[in-house]
């Protein structure tokens, strides 16, 4: 990972996206008043935006900078599946995963509420279905020549299951009963925004936003006193449109959708999310899933999990636990857009 860059900014609207008005760093002054500065850079196969409100202390935005550089390597290097020689990967590899292996606190953090959302969602969000995503070729696997055959998904589905995980955390260890691939590409970039967002707290940076591939942050308010504008986007894969803003000032967001990562086969297009009932790409109404909680691994995951169960399913779940969601649907006309209460707070005029 390249080292972290930073530049004055003016935020008019951040979409989860990241549509971001930036102004170029040469010719500009650092001053005594404060106003959002962008720190960014590549990681975790995407890029990280991080919006601090500070003075524009060269020195101070250097040190945030690197220590944010440092946070984000040491989670890659625990949680990567495309890295051979990650915290996860060496797991992956045991041939022995029935006796108890120590792993660090924050792997198990994301482990436990890993399988907490998996039982909330009966099992649609599975962070052991990572066989199956790499036979569709959403993984460290090559895209697959033909689409798999029955016999293929079975085989590999037989492995799978978040029941046969068992997560401790003092000691932080984890037990499995059989073989298990694990993949925390669903949640593991909601805690690295998690994880950088108290980073950035605990230099003393008060207001913020953070975002990883999607996945945001936000603390705190913008120099003008008003919220962090996010954007949640249209679900098309053509172009950049905005459906609805929402207004943070707290709180992180992160949406799943099928309209960005997939690929077409013989007429029909297969989404990155696969359903771990029956290991195939989801294939329902439901365009995207955004939802809004305290902490962005949790969004991250839930999101996930709800854009597997699909409309129906998600938004009785979603209303029956109070979780703020947001889903749009394609329906007859076009999209349709439904939103739990808890999610009502957070929508602007």
Same mark, same amino acid.
């Given at each position: ?29 650092f ?20 919006n ?11 040190t ?54 998996s ?11 990572g ?19 029955d ?34 590409? $669903?949640? @593991?970039? !909601?805690?690295? %925004?998690?994880?950088?967002? *108290?980073?950035?707290?605990? =230099?003393?940076? +008060? ?12 603390n ?9 504008r ?43 999310t696969?359903?771990p009932?029956?290991?195939q ?11 809004i ?7 991250? $995951?839930? @999101?996930? !999990?709800f854009? %597997?169960m699909?409309?129906? *399913?998600?938004?009785?779940? =979603?209303?029956? +636990? ?28």
């Amino acid at each position: 990972m390249t080292s972290g860059m930073f530049r004055p900014v003016r935020v008019a609207l951040a979409s989860v996206v990241l549509t971001l008005a930036v102004v170029a760093l040469a010719g500009c002054s650092f001053g005594d008043e404060k106003e959002i500065w962008e720190i960014a850079g590549p990681v975790f196969g995407t890029e990280y935006h991080i919006n601090v409100v500070l003075t524009g202390d060269e020195e101070e935005l250097q040190t945030l900078s690197e220590g944010i550089e440092k946070e984000l390597n040491k989670i890659d290097a625990s949680m990567s599946t495309w890295k051979d020689d990650s915290e996860l990967s060496m797991l992956n590899h045991r041939k022995d995963q029935s006796e108890w292996a120590d792993i660090s606190a924050p792997l198990a953090e994301v482990l436990a509420t890993a399988l907490r959302v998996s039982r909330l969602t009966d099992g649609a969000f599975d962070v052991t279905i990572g066989p199956v995503v790499n036979l569709w070729g959403f993984g460290p696997e090559a895209r697959p020549d033909k689409v798999p055959d029955d016999g293929e998904l079975a085989a590999r589905l037989e492995s799978t299951g978040y029941e046969k995980l068992e997560v401790r955390s003092d000691p932080p260890a984890i037990r499995a009963s059989g073989p298990q691939y694990i993949d925390l590409s $669903a949640i @593991a970039k !909601g805690y690295a %925004v998690d994880a950088v967002g *108290r980073f950035l707290e605990q =230099a003393g940076v +008060e207001a913020y936003l953070v975002e990883i591939g999607g996945e945001v942050r936000v603390n705190g308010r913008k120099p003008d006193g008003s919220a962090w504008r996010l954007a949640i986007e249209q679900p098309v894969s053509e172009r950049r449109q905005i459906n609805r803003v929402v207004a943070l000032d707290q709180h992180s967001m992160a949406t799943s959708g099928d309209y960005r990562n997939y690929y077409e086969s013989n007429g029909r297009r297969y989404s990155h999310t696969i359903d771990p009932e029956d290991g195939q790409p989801i294939n329902h109404n439901l365009a995207s899933v955004t939802v809004i909680t305290e902490s962005a691994m949790l969004a991250d $995951a839930l @999101a996930t !999990g709800f854009n %597997v169960m699909g409309y129906e *399913r998600a938004q009785a779940l =979603a209303t029956r +636990e109070n979780i703020a969601a947001y889903f749009i649907v394609r329906g007859e006309d076009g999209f349709e857009v439904h939103n739990t209460p808890a999610f009502t707070s957070y929508l602007t005029q």
